[in-house]
């Protein structure tokens, strides 16, 4: 019984062992679930969003948070608009009087309204307050973090490929190859990264895909960096001269034998790019080179409310896209961290 226990044990994958020692890494896991948390917020804004992040209600402009209000929704088939109601003076018979946010007292007709379970007036409450347009901030944060998060994994996902390419080439060819891509990395190493973000997204343009497009072409250099280094350190292992006694290609033995042994480097590397491009995408936004106003983003959102936290009026405009960026960031890093220690093929079972 022992010794079907024993080959049982032995039989399972790296894969197998390096789950076990990721769940004992309790920071790891935790950040994992409020990443997966972020992720499925973000999936399913519509669905979770209290209100259209884009809405503006100038009446409502930098609230502090728990603000609550009532308005009157006009039955409008083409759009939703809110009238926002200071005092309510009378809802009897057919019509509503009522005073605006201007002091004017006004009168509307029933049969301009959509009722709302039963009744004309809703209460609508902004549990972070509002922007300085009058938009829920909480709705903006779930929104926000789709831009946040699609531009990262996608400007990750074009470093990734860019470097494992010229890594690999660097480092298992050596000679030419390996001096030319590494001027070149040396190149853009010399560049402070955010500047040559700055400088790519001015000539590509503002925009969604120019973001991401920056950053990718930036971010590279690190990848391709790790993946030199550790294949020249195994291209001389014995099963990587067993491959090639075998007659196996170049590219097979690259992406079987070579990349694979690669992975747990590669991998760290790739959470910390992906922290730095959320970074990146903030940075773009909050200095106007990224998405564009009215879309919701993190950086954005700073941009529109650090005045207001210079003056002192409302902390949270700031505050809150603030935390988002960095609890997402901590989050990936941490995740890194525990990925690196379960791929350590020296640390115990």
């Known amino acids: 019984m022992e010794e079907h226990n024993e080959h049982t044990e032995k039989g399972k994958s790296l894969w197998y062992y390096s789950y076990r020692r990721f769940k004992r890494h309790k920071l790891a896991v935790s950040a994992f679930f409020f990443l997966i948390f972020i992720i499925l917020a973000a999936l399913f804004a519509p669905l979770i969003s209290p209100y259209n992040p884009d809405k503006q209600l100038l009446e409502f402009s930098a609230k502090q948070p728990m603000f609550k209000s009532y308005v009157l929704i006009k039955n409008d088939a083409a759009a939703e608009k809110f009238i926002p109601v200071k005092i309510l003076l009378d809802e009897n018979g057919d019509a509503i009087r009522y005073i605006d946010f201007t002091d004017k007292e006004s009168v509307i007709s029933k049969r ?104 990718g072409l930036t971010g590279w250099v690190d990848i391709a960096r790790v993946i030199r280094g550790q294949i020249i350190s195994i291209r001389e292992s014995e099963y990587v001269e067993a491959a090639r006694a075998a007659g196996f290609g170049d590219l097979r033995i690259i992406m079987r034998h070579v990349l694979p042994n690669s992975f747990s480097p ?72 525990g990925i690196r220690d379960a791929f350590d093929p020296r640390l115990k079972k």
């Open 266 to 337: 590669v991998i760290v590397t790739s959470t910390v790019g992906l922290a730095n491009a959320i970074i990146f995408e903030s940075s773009l936004s909050f200095l106007g080179l990224g998405v564009q106003p009215p879309t919701a983003s993190w950086g954005q959102m700073v941009f529109d409310g650090y005045r207001f936290l210079i003056t002192g009026t409302n902390f949270g405009m700031v505050l809150f896209p603030s935390l988002a960026i960095l609890l997402t960031v901590f989050a990936v890093n941490l995740i890194g961290d």
């Open 112 to 215: 301009e309204l959509a009722q709302k379970k039963g009744q004309y007036v809703s209460e609508m409450r902004f549990i972070l307050g509002t922007d300085k347009f009058g938009r829920d901030i909480l709705s903006r944060l779930i929104y926000g973090a789709r831009i946040s998060l699609s531009v990262g994994l996608i400007s990750q996902s074009i470093a990734l490929l860019i470097g494992v390419f010229f890594g690999s080439i660097a480092g298992y060819y050596r000679g030419m190859q390996d001096k030319v891509t590494m001027w070149l990395v040396n190149v853009v190493w010399a560049f402070p990264s955010i500047l040559l973000v700055i400088a790519i997204s001015i000539v590509l343009g503002k925009g969604f895909w120019q973001a991401f497009v920056a950053i």
